[in-house]
C-alpha cells in the first residue's frame, strides 16, 4: 500500500484536455499506485491518508478522475508525495530483517561458547600433530566436520539451558533474546531441536564413531544439566553435578572425541596414543573448566535462590568463592610456568613461559577492578575469564 503524505495543489481540465481520465488506484505513466479516496459533494476533495515506514519518497504528478462524479466533466490534477515502495527499499527491508534475525540467533547461541568451541577443536586436533606431513586435506576435513558438528551441539546445548531457565533468566539475564522477547519459544525450540538434529547427522555422515559418540555424550549430559523432567536431571542444581558437566563437556569427554577422531584421520587406524602435552593440557582444561561453572553462579545468585538452586557460590557467599576461583586458576598458571620453563625445546619454553605469566599478570590486574557488589562488574570478569581461556586453546598445544 503506498502512503500519501500530503496533497500539494489542485488543477481543473476539461474533459477534451491532452490529459487522459486514470482510473481509481492507478498512477498515470508510472505504474500501479494503491490510494484510497473519499469524496464529499462539496468543493472538497480529500485523500485518506495510510503511512509507511522504511519506504523510499517520491514526488510525482497524477490524474485522478473521481468515479462517483459521474456528471462532473472534470479531472482533478494533483501533486502528491507519495512513499512508493521500490524494488530496491524491499530488498533493503529484508536484508535488514535477515540481518536483525542472524543477530538474534547469534546472541541466542551465546558467541563465547561458540568461539570455545571452535578452538577446542583446533586445539586438539594440532596436539595430534607430530610434524607437518600430518597436515593433510584429510586432516582439515576431519576438523571441519568436528568444528561443525561440535558448533550445532553447542548452539542445542545453550538454547536448551535458556529455554529450561526461562524464568530464571528474566531476572538475572533479562538480555538474552529468549528473556528478552526478541525470540519466541516456538523459534527456539525449533532452533535447538534442528542443531542437535544437524550435529548428530553430520557426525554420522562421517564415519568417525569417536566424534559420534564424543556429541552424544554431549548431547546427554548437556540435556541432563538442564532439564528438569525428572529426579536425576537438572545437574545445575547441584555444584558437583554441575562440574561434571564442565569438564566432560570441556575437557575429557568430548576433546577426547575430537582426539581420536583427528588420530585416526593421521594414523589412519593405528593404535591411539596420548601424548604427555594432550595429558598435562586435559589437567589443565579441567582447571579451567572448574572455574568457569563455579564462577559463572556468582552473579546468578540472586535468580537461582529464587528457584530454588543452591550453587555453591550461594551457599559460601560471592566474595569466597570469586578468590577460590582465582587463586585455583593462579595456582594452575604456576605450574604451566614451570612446565614450560622445564621444556627441552627452547621455542617451546619461550612461547610456554612468556605466554603463561603474561596472562597470569593480566588476571591479577583485572581482578582488582572488579566490584563485587555489582553484578555487571562480576559478569563483565566472568566474560574475561572466558577469553583467557580461548588464550589457553592457543597455548596448549604449544607446549613440549
Known amino acids: 500500500m503506498a502512503s500519501h503524505q500530503c496533497v500539494r495543489s489542485f488543477s481543473t481540465f476539461n474533459s ?18 494503491n490510494i484510497e479516496k473519499s469524496y464529499k459533494l462539496t468543493s472538497s ?5 495510510k503511512h509507511r515506514r522504511n519506504d523510499h519518497l517520491y514526488k510525482r504528478f497524477v490524474l485522478f478522475k473521481p468515479s462517483n ?4 466533466p472534470l479531472i482533478l490534477g494533483l501533486h502528491v508525495r507519495n512513499n512508493f515502495k521500490s524494488e530496491r527499499s524491499t530488498r533493503d527491508s529484508m536484508i535488514s530483517s535477515s540481518a ?4 538474534i540467533l547469534f546472541k541466542f547461541s551465546r558467541p563465547y561458547a561458540v ?24 586432516f582439515f576435513i576431519k576438523v571441519l566436520q568436528a568444528i561443525f558438528g561440535g558448533v550445532c551441539m553447542q548452539i542445542y546445548v545453550c538454547g536448551f539451558n535458556q529455554i529450561c ?35 548428530l547427522l553430520i557426525v554420522y555422515m562421517s564415519g568417525s564413531w569417536p566424534l559420534f559418540c564424543g556429541l552424544f555424550v554431549w548431547f546427554v549430559i548437556g540435556t541432563a544439566y538442564s ?5 536425576f536431571l537438572r545437574w545445575k542444581r547441584f555444584p558437583y553435578t554441575a562440574v561434571l558437566y564442565m569438564i566432560n563437556s570441556r575437557a575429557l569427554a568430548i576433546p577426547f572425541g575430537y582426539y581420536v577422531h583427528i588420530q585416526n584421520a593421521i594414523i589412519r587406524g593405528g593404535v591411539i596414543i596420548l601424548s604427555r602435552r594432550h595429558l598435562f593440557s586435559m589437567a589443565m582444561l579441567i582447571v579451567f573448566s572448574v572455574v568457569l561453572i563455579l564462577f559463572k553462579d556468582i552473579p546468578d545468585i540472586k535468580g537461582d535462590e529464587m528457584h530454588g538452586i543452591r550453587s555453591l557460590a550461594s551457599q559460601i557467599g560471592p566474595e569466597l568463592m570469586f578468590w577460590s576461583c582465582l587463586w585455583l586458576l593462579g595456582m594452575a598458571y604456576g605450574v604451566t610456568i614451570f612446565v614450560g620453563a622445564t621444556s627441552s625445546s627452547a621455542w617451546s619454553k619461550f612461547v610456554t613461559t612468556f605466554g603463561h605469566i603474561v596472562t597470569f599478570l593480566a588476571l591479577w590486574v583485572r581482578a582488582k577492578s572488579v566490584d563485587l557488589k ?27
Open 16 to 33: 477534451s484536455s491532452k490529459f487522459p481520465a486514470v482510473s481509481t488506484g492507478t498512477r498515470y505513466s508510472f505504474g500501479k499506485c
Open 45 to 49: 476533495f480529500k485523500l485518506r491518508e
Open 69 to 72: 462524479w459521474k456528471h462532473v
Open 100 to 103: 536483525m534475525m542472524i543477530n
Open 115 to 138: 568461539i570455545a568451541t571452535v578452538l577446542s577443536v583446533i586445539s586438539t586436533s594440532l596436539m595430534a600433530v607430530e610434524t607437518l606431513s600430518d597436515l593433510t586435506p584429510l
Open 165 to 199: 531457565d526461562l524464568e530464571i533468566d528474566k531476572i538475572n539475564k533479562p538480555y538474552l533474546p529468549l528473556a528478552s522477547g526478541e525470540l519466541t519459544m516456538k523459534t527456539a525450540i525449533f532452533v535447538t531441536s534442528l542443531s542437535a538434529i544437524m550435529s
Open 227 to 231: 532439564a528438569n523432567l525428572l529426579p
Open 374 to 400: 555489582s553484578t555487571t562488574s562480576i559478569s563483565s570478569m566472568y566474560l574475561f575469564l572466558w577469553k583467557l581461556f580461548y588464550v589457553e586453546y592457543l597455548l596448549l598445544p604449544l607446549v613440549r
